[in-house]
């Protein structure tokens, strides 16, 4: 069993960063890749972000492309998204999610309904203009 908690959200004006934050326990967490993903009000779940198991490859929305980066600490059992630029439409829920069968495109392909291993419960980002 692996439980997710994200942390790092907040209220920020636009063109500011943020980073957030995705601490896992258990002692299996290199085994999982892991993503991002975020949900705005009255929009489904959608992808943002995912890494593999040692980091060495990364997929990104088209969205966040050259704004955001994630990266992972198997360490720490953390996984965490930089948010650079951010704009209003940044605005949503973001969630982090594990899966030990499936790759980081995959996840991008998949998308953000699909039933992955493990969801986190969600941190808010608010983007003010």
């Known amino acids: 069993q692996v439980q997710l908690v994200e942390s790092g959200g907040g209220l920020v004006q636009a063109g500011g960063s943020l980073s957030l934050s995705c601490a896992a326990s258990g002692r299996t967490f290199s085994m999982y890749v892991m993503g991002w993903f975020r949900q705005a009000p009255g929009k489904e779940r959608e992808f943002v972000a995912a890494?593999?198991?040692?980091?060495?490859?990364?997929y990104y929305a088209d969205s966040v492309k050259g704004r955001f980066t994630i990266s992972r600490d198997n360490a720490k059992n953390t996984v965490y998204l930089q948010m650079n630029s951010l704009k209003p439409e940044d605005t949503a829920v973001y969630y982090c999610?594990?899966?030990?069968?499936?790759?980081?495109?995959?996840?991008?392909?998949?998308?953000?309904?699909?039933?992955?291993?493990?969801w986190g419960q969600g941190t808010q980002v608010t983007i003010s203009s």
């Open positions: 890494i593999n198991w040692s980091g060495g490859s990364t």
């Open positions: 999610a594990a899966d030990h069968s499936i790759t980081a495109q995959a996840m991008g392909v998949m998308g953000g309904e699909y039933e992955y291993d493990y």
